[in-house]
């Protein structure tokens, strides 16, 4: 029996100490806690939702936050400075979004602020259509979308094994190792690696993030936009007839449940469809389901083709809107 306890410590060996590199490096930051997540030298693409929560909870013991901002990385767009020329001088904002944000994501921080009584005064709720269509966080498994166990209902094991995964993956270690060494963002990185000339900034006291590619821009417009269409990344868009088909019938629900924590916590809301590259517009059922649950005077849809969504000057690239598109709609939003 012994003989084989030590066969299996030999065997086992090799594993755990791949097991204690990977929680010793803490690629992903979600190991140990930091005082500062985003660091000049960051080129890993950390779980945003996480830093968050950790950046809240920080936060918090010094002053809780009343006003938020939910959304994707697209909510991004929207500043919790340029949000508070909106709002009471008592309003304390914060940005609480997450990669690829899910609708029952946004039910799911609703919920954990309920449970720690926070007291919500103000939301700025951004959505799309891929928001929406999301109801079920077990398909949000991957390392840049999983929820802690703090505001879901994952245990400690399905929070850690995606980092452990992605830790192991030959292609993130092939990616870490070559940006390690050459500092240059290559294609088959993917979202593994932060692709941008400039780092990122972002406000360790609200989470508002500064993209590096503003400052690109701003340095000079006309050879970041060339290079991006000599690229392939800004396309010719043409109407795409759609397949209303896969309407997800959860969704309503969902917002439901939002409407009501909103009344609970009797805060003022906004709920913007953000501007999208493609000019698709929301569909017409989604948008209804919006209209129902909250109201028309509280849903502003900028979706399709207008004069949001037609300049390319309004984009970093075809995912993403820049801050003054923003702030214009803000202006409207609260006029």
Known sequence: MSHFFKKLGLFLMPCILVLLGIVYLDFFKVFFE???????????SL????VCLKSLEKKSEISKPNSFIFGSSRSQAFKCRDWNKYLSDSAISFHFDAANEAIVGVVEKLQYLKKNKYEITNVLLIVDEGLLTQTDFNQRNSSLTISHPEISSNNSFDFYLPFITASINPK???SYMDYSMFKSHRKYMGQYI????YPNLVNPVNMDIFYGKEKEIQE???SYYNRLNLSGV???REIITRDFSDINNY???QLSIIKELFQEFNCSYKVIVS???DQIELDSIYKQMLIDVFQKENVFDYSGKNEWTEPIGNFYETSHYRPFVARRIMSQVYK
Request: no cysteine; net charge negative; proline share 3%.
């Open 251 to 253: 969704t309503k629900d």
């Open 275 to 277: 501007p999208m590259y």
């Open 172 to 174: 993130f270690v092939a």
């Open 220 to 222: 000079d417009s006309i």
């Open 34 to 44: 930091y005082d500062e997540y985003y660091t000049e030298d960051l080129f890993v």
């Open 194 to 197: 932060a692709n941008t000339r």
């Open 47 to 50: 779980n945003r939702e996480y």
């Open 234 to 236: 800004f396309y010719e």
